[in-house]
């Protein structure tokens, strides 16, 4: 049996079943693969939906920030998060305006975030979200120090009660559309990175190594 | 004076204000340059964040689905919606781990989200749905029927009280460290389109035209 994440009332996907799953592989290569993350939360009963970046360890979602940001605090005063990572992998063209659609896969993480204030836990997830935007950079830069380790803030996630929902392959047209004179298919979609662009203040014998990410 | 959308406590910057603009012409560009956004909203106090596809008619933002679709009926019941758009830039590489960022546009939008049920407004939005995956895409093929109309929700979100947040440039790497053997500098990430993947049941003699969005 494959491993699953929890499934619950509120993480089972309503609407195109068949596109959701719960598998905990699927789930974790869809936040590993998204730069940034949506988190959503509401304070007061009004919601706020902030982008951030995240970085996962084994089974728990680390995000970070200043000491006073907002989305932070409300998450560690005890209100719950959802958190949507999301790759839109093309774009779906069918003949008929009501059957064009995207080549998605995105995941949602729902629960409560706290603390981390174990120094080796927090250097870590520090670690991770450096090296989540480029591979390998973590490495090759300089760690935080105990100023900078005061003033940042990491909050841990538990990738717990989750789900995945993936769309993938040609349009659906409706039988009737297909000897339409309109062409049909997927355009893919990719994020790739362009040439660096060196910090104006870079000496010049600093040279950089392969930067490709994507 | 420039045309700025409603400035609320809730829309107002707390961290970065030097990041944060209200001008009506930053937050419609990047709402119509980003592909999806991220729809954040409470049920039970219970925070749920969804992506979807939008578009843009002058200061109204349309979003659509199935007539069961659990986001569109919590809207449309009358809870608060933040929609949140962002586009990354490219990766902000300093000498220190602490002074890593991303180049990014966000835009946040509050508010409440109706039915649009006047027949013409529906179908321009449902036609700016489809032009906002692919310019031109809702003159070439065929447009809703009576049936998908139904089959059809389309709500509208003012873009009213809103926020947009931009950071650009090159790392802000503390003084100490710029003499640090370190690459620091800016990766900029583009999407693109790739080759079309015609569907399995196009007929031979239909073409397509220039299909590159980006």
Same mark, same amino acid.
């Given at each position: 049996m494959t491993d699953q994440v929890r499934v619950t009332a509120r993480s089972t996907? $309503?609407?195109?079943?068949?596109?959701a799953t719960y598998e905990r592989s699927v789930v974790n290569q869809v936040l590993d693969e998204s730069l940034v993350c949506h988190v959503g939360f509401a304070v007061d009963g009004r919601p706020f939906v902030i982008p951030t970046i995240h970085a996962r360890i084994d089974d728990r979602l680390y995000l970070h920030g200043a000491p006073a940001n907002h989305m932070l605090n409300s998450l560690r005063g005890g209100v719950e998060a959802c958190v949507t990572a999301t790759l839109v992998d093309g774009l779906v063209l069918a003949r008929s305006a009501f059957r064009h659609s995207l080549n998605y896969r995105s995941v949602c993480v729902f629960g409560y975030a706290t603390d981390v204030t174990d120094r080796a836990e927090k250097l870590a997830a520090l670690d991770a979200l450096v090296d989540h935007v480029l591979p390998g950079r973590a490495g090759r830069v300089r760690r935080p120090n105990e100023t900078e380790l005061l003033g940042t803030l990491v909050l841990r996630l538990p990738v717990d009660e989750a789900s995945a929902k993936i769309r993938t392959g040609p349009p659906a047209d409706h039988p009737e559309d297909v000897e339409l004179d309109v062409w049909a298919g997927v355009i893919p979609l990719r994020i790739i990175s362009e040439a660096a662009i060196p910090a104006?203040? $870079?000496?010049?014998h600093v040279s950089h190594g392969p930067f490709r990410r994507m």
């Open positions: 996907a $309503l609407r195109h079943r068949e596109r104006p203040d $870079l000496p010049s």
